[in-house]
């Protein structure tokens, strides 16, 4: 009789030991190896026709014969809503696994098996709490570098903007006391245009204009420029109107 016949013949309610053992006997020789797919078929067929079964799939289960066990315990899960940790505890309730002797492990859940206690008197231990104790250094100077290098750029950050800010309240306070000369010649230096101050407002003045200004009123030769003339200019320059200013610069393109 094949042993597929013969697990089609030990199908009652509750197996009895004797029944167990020989299906054990049956299919001891298939530990540790490879299933075919067609007889993996006939497996699960006959397992189909005891998955009702509850406690026939239990003592499959707890017998640990390769394959067949595994299965009964897929069917308690599937049809039975067992859940991992009852597998777990059926394992343990089992009177001898025989993983521990070199045989496939029955753990169709995926679940990870329960840690087992360590005694703090052996080396196992204490090479685990060190390992614990490396780990914990480890993430402990990881945070403290982050920790650094976050304060390190916030300080860095709070002294640019104070940098930042003196130079511009510097140049703010420069330009109040600047006369609009001053500010002329700023305004070559930084090729940059810049707002002029006048008795009735501001008005922007770009680098050309300014260069003009500088290089043929302010700073006209004497011989082209008479000493009352260059002191109404200033006068225009740094204390006029807008109108005014704006009138220099017409003369001076025309």
């Known amino acids: ?22 299906l054990k006997k049956s ?5 540790g190896k490879k299933i075919s797919p067609s007889a993996g078929d006939k497996l699960i067929k006959i397992m189909d026709k005891v998955d009702k079964n509850k406690n026939a799939l239990i003592q499959l289960f707890k017998a640990d014969i390769p394959f067949v066990s595994q299965l009964a315990s897929t069917r308690l899960i599937s049809k039975h809503n067992m859940k991992g940790k009852d597998i777990n505890k059926l394992r343990e309730d089992a009177p001898t696994n025989s993983v521990a002797s070199g045989g496939v492990d029955m753990n169709p859940t995926g679940l990870s098996k329960k840690k087992k206690d ?20 480890k993430r402990l100077k990881k945070k403290e570098m982050l920790k650094g290098s976050f304060t390190k750029g916030i300080k860095e950050n709070m ?26 010649g700023q305004i070559v230096r930084r090729k940059q245009a810049m707002p002029l101050k006048f008795k009735d407002g501001q008005m922007k003045i770009d680098m050309n204009t300014a260069n003009a200004i500088l290089k043929n009123l302010v ?3 004497a011989n082209m420029m008479k000493g ?7 006068d225009i ?5 807008k109108a005014q200013f704006l009138r220099l610069i017409d003369m001076l393109y025309k």
């Open 1 to 22: 009789m094949s042993k597929w016949k013969e697990m089609k013949s030990y199908l009652p309610e509750v197996f009895s030991s004797g029944m167990i053992d020989k």
């Open 118 to 137: 360590l005694d703090g008197r052996t080396k196992e231990y204490k090479i685990h709490a060190r390992k614990l104790v490396a780990q914990r250094e």
């Open 237 to 241: 320059i740094n204390k006029g109107r």
């Open 219 to 221: 700073n006209a030769p």
């Open 159 to 184: 002294s640019g903007f104070a940098r930042e800010k003196f130079i511009v309240e510097k140049d703010l306070k420069d330009f109040i006391n600047m006369s609009n000369v001053d500010i002329l």
């Open 27 to 31: 299919y001891e020789p298939m530990r």
């Open 228 to 234: 009352s003339t260059r002191t109404k200019v200033m």
